[in-house]
């Protein structure tokens, strides 16, 4: 009988810079995905590449005075070596610059032009250049990119069209009919209440105010909108549509396409739709996992070596490395990338917890019995239960994993390192150890923490590549009994040669030299960072009478809010500063302020202004400030007026 199949992709990466540890936990995860069900013995086609088409893309390599395809062979050239270094074991790596891909979104292109789902008009309408998204005035935020905050351009020129809207009723029926297309389901609901129940309109699908894209056969000044470019890669990957479509008869629809939230849109909405249009059968789900983001803002280049993989991975070790970013936040929901939090995490789940009961074991092991344990062995109190307990961690473990709950799949498998830890503790071999009546039993508790490691060291293996190799060869344990199967059978366990103790599978770190070391490489990283791009900034053109202009993502960095003032006070001995209880949102902010010689205590109570809300906390004489009130100041006097809001807002609100 054919091997069942199993077919799952991460989106395909824009190369437009070095990827951030935020990067590597769609990738990570399919891969953990894509191990286990192969372990399972699914054939399992995994597929991730890069996106490297349009706009932004052109733009970056102009600046960079080379062509955008030697831009993105280098960089596209490291997220390979990054993939390598994680391991990561993905069967095919898509380019969309591959000749095979570009002739395939021509002949797609062509396909719905020819069955009139796609039709010429003008275009007239916004687009936001870094998100490569057409919005309608409608959908903006404050004017703004609703996706990324930035500015959008007005663009008016001749363009083809996807007609959306057809499909509009079909996809409606697909997500009520359908609970498990989109997941997790309140990403569903969005999709439902935010776009498709308000109405699609057509998608505009082609640009002709750059070429770096695929050209339209037929209309060659026009390049294919980059989505439906990168959307394509799913199945122009598997050979959809040319001589040697084998792979996609084999694996297409996929099992799941797995995608960061805020792409959850173009791969629900407008990725079914074009599939619907070719009559092709849909995916069977699209999981839009969330956001990991550092304390205090989203994950950027400018964060410098702290959320660079490659640093990471030198300093912990790949596994520690995707041990936490799979267990920290459960897969849906966003989470806060810390160095703390990972170091924290490795010191109690990895080095306490696995990595003392792997030492404990093998050292026991040697100590009592010379590294092997004995054939006459006698049972006893205790060791039901930890079998019950290890025989059924796989069925656990894999009720998770199917849901792709990744972080509940590891707390389960963790709940039997801790019981047999506990074992330990209850069985107490030290003390039977002492007197040589004990032999038997003690023979059956060392045979027992043994075969718990086994099959946790089996389970492991999804999440973990390097760690599992590890213990093996520590415990001797046969390659027949290495297998997914075996991790449900208690007992498998044999030694073929005497049990070592080697190296210690993840060493303590010492929490807080690390983060002064840590500290110091981000202060060093910031500082090259800011001498590389201020200063060519400065260079330029973007000088307006001395002033340097920045981006619109260097102003959207500052929170901005409104707060109303619920107290006041002067700050003692000195005659400059007051302190201030804002109301801002549910939040109630203390912050100190140089404006006593411009303003009273009793006059400023009630006044609605505006913090900058994202400030690092400072101390002023001793008081902690938390965030700065905007004032204008008048440079020749030196007189300072207050910032207000004119009109009703609740506090918390917004400024942009
Ligand atoms: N090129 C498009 C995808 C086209 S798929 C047909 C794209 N590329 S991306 O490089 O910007 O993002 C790739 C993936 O990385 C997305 O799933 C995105 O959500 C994910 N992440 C980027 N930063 C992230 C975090 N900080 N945290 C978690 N995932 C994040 O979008």
């Not at 993105?72 to 990561?88: A, E, P, Q, S, T």
């Amino acid at each position: 009988m054919d091997k069942k199949t199993f077919y799952i992709t991460t989106p395909i990466y824009y190369p437009s810079g070095k990827l951030h540890i935020g990067h590597s936990y769609t990738t990570v995860a399919a891969d953990a995905m894509a191990r286990y069900k192969r372990l399972q013995g699914y054939d399992v086609m995994f597929l991730t590449g890069t996106d490297e088409h349009g706009q932004k893309i052109q733009r970056v390599a102009e600046e960079d005075g080379v062509t955008p395809k030697e831009y993105v062979d280098k960089i596209v050239d490291g997220i390979k070596k990054l993939w390598n270094l994680m391991k990561i074991t993905n069967d095919k790596f898509i380019r969309t610059t591959d000749q095979e891909h570009v002739e395939t979104v021509q002949k797609i292109f062509k396909a719905l032009y020819d069955k009139g789902d796609i039709y010429k008009s003008e275009y007239e309408g916004l687009y936001c250049t870094p998100c490569e998204s057409f919005w309608t005035e409608t959908q903006l935020v404050d004017g703004k990119c609703p996706d990324c905050g930035r500015a959008v351009e007005k663009t008016r020129e001749e363009s083809y069209f996807f007609r959306l809207s057809k499909y509009q009723d079909r996809l409606i029926k697909l997500f009520e009919e359908d609970t498990e297309f989109v997941q997790p389901s309140s990403r569903r609901n969005e999709m439902l209440n935010n776009f498709l129940r308000p109405g699609l309109e057509d998608l505009c699908v082609s640009r002709t105010s750059f070429n770096w894209g695929v050209p339209v056969t037929f209309d060659e000044k026009h390049v294919v909108y980059v989505w439906i470019d990168a959307l394509s890669n799913y199945i122009t990957a598997l050979g959809y549509l040319s001589d040697n479509d084998e792979n996609f008869k084999k694996f297409w629809p996929a099992d799941v396409h797995l995608v960061g939230k805020e792409i959850v849109r173009f791969h629900t909405i407008i990725w079914p739709a074009m599939l619907m249009a070719l009559d092709l059968p849909l995916p069977k789900q699209v999981f839009g996992h969330g956001w990991l983001v550092l304390e205090g803002g989203k994950m950027s280049k400018s964060k410098g070596n702290v959320v660079d993989p490659v640093v990471l991975i030198e300093k912990y070790g790949l596994d520690a490395i995707r041990y936490f970013l799979l267990r920290e936040v459960p897969f849906g929901a966003d989470g806060v990338f810390s160095n703390e939090a990972l170091i924290t995490r490795i010191n109690s789940d990895l080095a306490n917890d696995l990595g003392n009961l792997v030492s404990r074991t093998t050292a026991m092991i040697n100590k009592y019995f010379g590294g092997v344990i004995p054939e006459t062995r006698e049972k006893g109190e205790f060791d039901l239960e930890l079998r019950s307990v290890l025989a059924s961690t796989k069925t656990r473990t894999e009720e998770y994993l199917d849901k792709l709950q990744f972080s509940a799949a590891l707390a389960e498998i963790w709940k039997s390192v801790s019981r047999t830890n506990k074992y330990i503790d209850e069985t107490m071999p030290w003390a039977l150890a002492k007197n040589e009546e004990n032999k038997a039993r003690l023979a059956e508790i060392m045979y027992n923490l043994a075969e718990s490691i086994r099959i946790i060291s089996i389970l492991i293996q999804p999440f973990m590549p390097e760690t599992p190799h590890k213990i093996w060869a520590q415990l001797a344990v046969a390659e027949e009994d290495r297998t997914w199967e075996s991790a449900g059978q208690w007992g498998a366990y044999k030694q073929v040669s005497p049990v070592t103790s080697g190296e210690i599978i993840f060493p303590r770190i010492d929490l807080e030299k690390e983060m002064e070391a840590l500290a110091e490489i981000e202060a060093k990283a910031k500082e090259t960072a800011g001498a590389k791009t201020t200063k060519p900034a400065l260079e330029k053109e973007e000088q307006t009478q001395g002033v340097a202009l920045i981006g619109i993502e260097d102003f959207t960095r500052v929170e901005l809010k409104v707060a109303k003032v619920l107290s006041c006070e002067k700050v003692e001995k000195s005659d400059k500063l007051l302190k201030l209880k804002l109301q801002c949102g549910t939040e109630e902010r203390q912050v100190v302020s140089g404006i006593a010689q411009y303003y009273t205590p009793e006059e400023m109570i009630g006044k609605v202004l505006i913090l900058a809300a994202n400030l690092k906390p400072a101390k002023i004489r001793g008081i902690e400030s938390q965030g700065m009130i905007l004032a204008a100041s008048d440079d020749e006097s030196g007189k300072l007026v207050l910032v207000t809001v004119d009109g009703d807002i609740p506090t918390g609100s917004r400024v942009s």
